[in-house]
């Protein structure tokens, strides 16, 4: 198993330049995450889909939407990008039981000029 | 609402133990856990415990929890450089799929 699977490792972006993160995840977990990481801020929610055909706004979702495309993907996509949206973005997904962990994967670094 | 917190930061001497703690607000939390985050990498779990237990133990990780002062600690003993890492405390509330985080402790382990 890959586990979760991110891609890009790296984006740099300009102001008002449009992109798509990727995450796949091969665990057949029903929920998946998008989370955003900023120093001193921890880990902030940006959207989430707690089973295929759904999601849900975070604590951050301003700026940015979200594609459950099947049950192993989940996207998210900055439609204009800007400053304050550089950081490092994670996603993560987790099965139906509450002692499942969530599992993470490796990040994606994205910085925007 | 629900708030998770915990301190920054953390220095200790190798051979050391390290306790880490967080507090959380959320009486009804079911589920806590903690997650480790080394230097460019992503979260992975390194121990969990149910509100039902007062410890768990797992080779060199202690967790105790105490739900009368919603607190939660971790305990690494012989503490190494390899665990200089972030820390992350969360906690799932029943019926919900989203956990919270706290916000992280950076342990810095010297020689």
């Known amino acids: 198993n890959a586990g979760v699977t991110q891609t890009p490792k790296f984006q740099v972006l300009k102001t008002g330049q449009s992109m798509t993160l990727q995450c796949a995840q091969d665990?057949?977990?029903?929920?998946m995450y998008w989370y955003r990481q900023d120093p001193g801020m921890g880990l902030r929610l940006i959207y989430y889909s707690a089973s295929e055909g759904t999601t849900d706004k975070g604590e951050v979702p301003n700026g940015y939407n979200v594609s459950r495309l099947n049950k192993r993907e989940f996207s998210l996509r900055l439609e204009s990008a800007a400053p304050s949206q550089t950081s490092v973005y994670f996603c993560a997904s987790n099965g139906v039981q509450r002692t499942d962990t969530q599992y993470f994967g490796p990040g994606t670094r994205l910085t925007v000029l | 609402g629900e708030d998770v917190e915990q301190s920054l930061f953390l220095s200790v001497r190798e051979g050391d133990s390290s306790v880490i703690n967080c507090t959380y607000t959320?009486?009804?939390?079911?589920?806590l856990y903690w997650y480790k985050q080394e230097p460019g990498a992503g979260l992975q779990l390194l121990t969990y415990i149910f509100s039902n237990m007062d410890m768990k133990q797992d080779q060199r990780l202690t967790v105790l929890l105490n739900k009368k002062d919603k607190h939660l600690s971790l305990r690494i003993a012989d503490t190494q450089t390899g665990d200089s890492a972030i820390y992350f405390c969360a906690e799932f509330t029943g019926g919900s799929y989203i956990p919270t985080f706290g916000r992280g402790t950076s342990l810095i382990v010297h020689p």
């Open positions: 959320d009486s009804s939390s079911t589920y």
């Open positions: 665990m057949n977990h029903n929920s």
